[in-house]
């Protein structure tokens, strides 16, 4: 059985987890978000959240060995059996070594890269809202929900993100260029990355990314 796995590529902000939310219900693949999960074992006060949340706090990227243990743990799970959608991961050259390595040859791989220029990032990203409940994003100007402060889904009173501030956004970016853009150009020699403009409205990225599922399909 060939099962289709999906890695979403892009800044922070670039639109991954509106993306993914969308692509993994089109194509009813679980989402995986290596941020998500670390933000329920943070919620949850384990071990590994503990060790993160270092990290995390300080927009720098958790160590390898805990990442590629935790996602491979979450991808082994049944649902994963028939593929998933990778949102976060990989985000170091070392990590797509390692998923490639778990890879057994019967992954229909397509990668997708959501590009933003990083003078777009920081606007988007201090005005970012997101649900606890239901994970949605907002954006107090781009993308305001109905009722200020309240999810439009699920009506939960709306959070920002603790490393979603002025002063996270710049390690956070700065870890962006130096460990996960190589992460392109790795995917790149290797056969293949679909880029994509995110810097249009949200349908318009949706699309593209449509395209690009179909044409690896091809
Ligand atoms: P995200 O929700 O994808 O923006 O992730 C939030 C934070 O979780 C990141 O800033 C990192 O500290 C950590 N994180 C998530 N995914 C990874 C990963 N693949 N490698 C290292 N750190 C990660």
Avoid at 54 to 64: E, N, P, Q, R
């Amino acid at each position: 059985m060939v099962r289709t796995v999906l890695i979403l590529l892009g800044a922070p902000g670039a639109g991954k987890v509106t993306q993914a939310t969308r692509l993994a219900e089109s194509l009813r693949l679980p989402h995986v978000s290596t941020g998500d999960l670390f933000r329920t074992n943070l919620s949850q006060g384990t071990e590994l959240g503990q060790k993160a949340r270092t990290f995390m706090d300080a927009g720098k990227l958790v160590s390898d060995s805990l990442v590629i243990d935790m996602l491979f743990d979450r991808v082994g799970q049944p649902d994963c059996a028939g593929g998933y959608l990778l949102d976060g991961f990989p985000r170091t050259v070392a990590q797509a070594e390692a998923l490639q390595q778990r890879f057994d040859g019967g992954e229909d791989r397509v990668v997708i890269d959501i590009q933003v220029p990083d003078e777009l990032i920081v606007e988007r990203i201090i005005g970012r809202q997101s649900c606890p409940k239901c994970s949605a994003i907002f954006h107090t100007s781009f993308n305001p929900p109905t009722s200020a402060g309240i999810c439009n889904h699920c009506q939960t009173a709306l959070t920002q993100r603790a490393d979603d501030t002025a002063e996270v956004v710049g390690t956070r970016l700065a870890a962006y260029h130096e460990q996960t853009a190589p992460v392109a150009e790795y995917y790149r020699q290797q056969g293949g990355v679909c880029a994509v403009n995110g810097n249009q409205h949200p349908d318009k990225v949706f699309e593209a990314c449509q395209v690009c599922v179909t044409e690896a399909a091809a």
